[in-house]
């Protein structure tokens, strides 16, 4: 739900130095936190809760096989049990689940306990609802440190990723890793999409809910520049090839998106019984190619 402030205001893409976009102009720190407020949390009043949602066993199925599929790729470069994991921005909890399943010593925080409380209860002794850049703030003068600090679906959304970037490498273990995930958008296959009159920017181009635009292309010089190293680079399932059919294109016939969503679950489930190395192997492959809906990278400090 968007305040009315917002739904007057027209956004428009700008291309930085780095060949990403971003939304412009950007909101106000105050405009933002209006959104989200009006967006997630839980009133009773409130239409629209993102994590008030029910799952399909597949679904649920499906969110742990991702979640399980990061944890492999740290596994990959020696992140072994005992090791610490901070997720900034955990959701429902499904990585930290995976991590705490895993061995590590886990710390979440969200804008909200409900998701967490919803899906994960037993990980609200090792979550903290509270504001991400004062969490931040609040462990360094804290000292903490970790191995692992990871953000999902997070760094899309805020004002300013650079600043999130060097918070979490300012706050690694020596030896240790961030894990990115962000929507691959203007992608390859969108880009091809739009050259075939099959999709329309509206589709990803969504501020203020989405103020940053990364691709396979883009996100590597862009996190090179804040000091990190490529370590492992995946993306998940392009579910976006579906709109290469008009039989299937959610875009233009809304009714298809259910069908293309469990296609995608059902297909990654069934990759997910050929083992994880040979699933995390095809989903490298699929970065390489620029395709895929979301991408995974692990970093660590240079």
Known sequence: MK???????????????????RASPLPTQEELSDYYRNKYYQESDTNYNSYDTEYTSEELDHKRFEA???IHALSKLNVKKGSTFAEFGCGEGFLLDAAHKAGYEVAGVDFSEFGISKWHPYLKDYFK???LFN?????????RKFDVCATKNVLEHVLDPEKMMAEMKSLLNPGGYVLVTVPNDFSKLQNRLLELEMTNEADWFC???????????NIVPFLESQGYKIEDMYCSFPVDVFLMHKGSNYVFDSKQGKSAHFARVRMDLLIQEAGLDNALELYRSFARCGIGRNITVVLSSK
Do not use: I, M, W
């Not at 739904?7 to 893409?13: G, L, R, S």
């Open 129 to 131: 609802a509270d504001d």
């Open 68 to 70: 399980k599929l990061c």
């Open 207 to 217: 501020p203020p809910d989405h103020l940053t635009y990364f691709n396979t292309s």
């Open 135 to 143: 969490h931040l703030d609040q462990l360094k003068r804290d000292g």
């Open 3 to 21: 305040s009315n402030q917002e739904e007057n205001k027209v956004y428009k893409k700008q291309k930085t130095v780095h060949d990403f976009y």
